[in-house]
């Protein structure tokens, strides 16, 4: 058995290359090739017609993609196959993930069901919902009595005819 030097520097030096690991990790690798948690990036934009979202799913197929939309929310999964070596050999860097994914969206407002459109168009996924149109405000005549006595009598006239 030897005898070493005890460097305390060496120590600290360890946990900060520990700590940038860990967090390096943590933010940009799945662990162990995890999916859970892969949640994929979405924009929404609210127009006065309607809401269209887009998702970014390259390498994903059309048919490997589902929406659904229940009330006001709007869920698309899907799954990115994973991709298989043609020979034997070993991985030294895998960044992109694989498998299952899903997001949900609440949009702010009702939407019509009905009416709803999605277009898959070199990996970008984008999904149109338009509002529904709620009672829109309607401009009301004021007639005076004398209209009113004039119509009624035009349409007592007409049944008397008919």
């Not at 048919?63 to 991709?83: A, C, F």
């Amino acid at each position: 058995m030897s005898i070493s030097r005890w460097d305390p520097w060496s120590d600290i030096v360890s946990l900060r290359e520990a700590m940038n690991q860990l967090m390096e990790d943590g933010y940009t690798r799945p662990r162990n090739g995890s999916t859970a948690g892969m949640s994929m990036a979405v924009d929404v934009l609210e127009t006065t017609g309607g809401f269209v979202i887009q998702m970014s799913i390259p390498g994903v197929k059309q048919d490997d993609v589902s929406i659904s939309l229940l009330g006001n929310t709007l869920t698309i999964r899907g799954e990115r196959k994973d991709q298989k070596l043609e020979d034997e050999g070993r991985w030294l860097i895998r960044e992109r993930q694989s498998g299952a994914f899903q997001r949900s969206v609440t949009l702010p407002g009702p939407v019509n069901g009905e009416g709803a459109q999605a277009d898959f168009d070199n990996g970008v996924l984008t999904v149109t919902l338009p509002k529904i149109e709620r009672d829109k405000a309607r401009q009301i005549q004021v007639r005076s009595a004398q209209e009113n006595a004039i119509e009624g009598e035009a349409e007592s006239s007409k049944k008397r005819r008919g």
